[in-house]
């Protein structure tokens, strides 16, 4: 069954504008919380992650929200701009699994100029 | 940085035949994974491998097999392509926290 679950699976954002993309997990054992980001002919690359020691973390434009209690995480990405638009997963990890992430399944973000 | 490196990035093969996708890691980590991309379906765990001549099913094993006699090459192969395994295929390579993508093989079976 899917680990992580992922929504929108897809989302249109005006330029300037807020994009959130939302996931939720069940397993309480995980400890490491990335968000990866896909341009068309590309792998995925890490965009940020977090850990559930804190409730949110911050780079640039791009925010990590995470409510443990709710087992939620959600990224925000301010100021949205057309060079954004690219598929983003999040995923999930508990160390004593050698590392094995797992994946939602993926949102397809588009910013309009 | 890290490189992943997969050697193919269309294939078009025929039902029935062996295909062999290759991937290599140049920073001598440990794991290393296959993963199917699929509209709608996300990333989906193929195999995996923690170690030399180690390797683990991963959620869609069916159909795949894998092979890793050296630390830096892990290799996928499906031992008689279908068309449902048409798909795009991305490896990675991980230690501690994050995987590195390669940037996939498209493989279209006909």
């Known amino acids: 069954q899917q680990q992580v679950k992922q929504s929108p699976q897809s989302l249109i954002v005006q330029k300037g504008g807020i994009s959130i993309i939302n996931c939720a997990y069940e397993?309480?054992?995980?400890?490491?919380f990335p968000w990866y980001q896909q341009f068309p002919g590309k792998g995925p690359a890490l965009l940020i992650a977090?850990?559930?020691?804190?409730s949110e973390k911050k780079e640039g434009r791009f925010t990590i929200s995470f409510n443990k209690s709710a087992k939620q995480f959600s990224l925000h990405i301010m100021d949205s701009q057309p060079g954004d638009s690219a598929t983003y997963f999040c995923?999930?990890?508990?160390?004593?699994?050698?590392?094995?992430?797992?994946f939602g399944t993926g949102t397809s973000l588009t910013v309009i100029p | 940085d890290v490189k992943v490196t997969q050697s193919s990035r269309y294939l078009v093969k025929r039902t029935g035949e062996k295909v062999f996708l290759e991937c290599v890691q140049d920073?001598?980590?440990?794991?290393m994974f296959w993963y199917r991309q699929d509209p709608g379906l996300g990333l989906r765990l193929i195999y995996f491998?923690?170690?030399?001549?180690?390797?683990e099913k991963g959620d869609i094993p069916e159909g795949y097999s894998v092979s890793r006699e050296k630390k830096e090459r892990f290799s996928l192969i499906l031992e008689s392509a279908s068309t449902n395994q048409t798909s795009m295929y991305l490896c990675?390579?991980?230690?501690?926290?994050?995987?590195?993508f390669g940037s996939g093989t498209r493989l279209t079976v006909v």
């Open positions: 990675a390579s991980s230690f501690l926290d994050g995987y590195t």
């Open positions: 397993n309480t054992a995980f400890d490491y």
């Open positions: 977090i850990r559930p020691d804190v």
């Open positions: 995923a999930a990890s508990m160390r004593d699994t050698g590392n094995q992430f797992y």
């Open positions: 920073m001598d980590h440990e794991n």
């Open positions: 491998s923690y170690d030399v001549k180690m390797k």
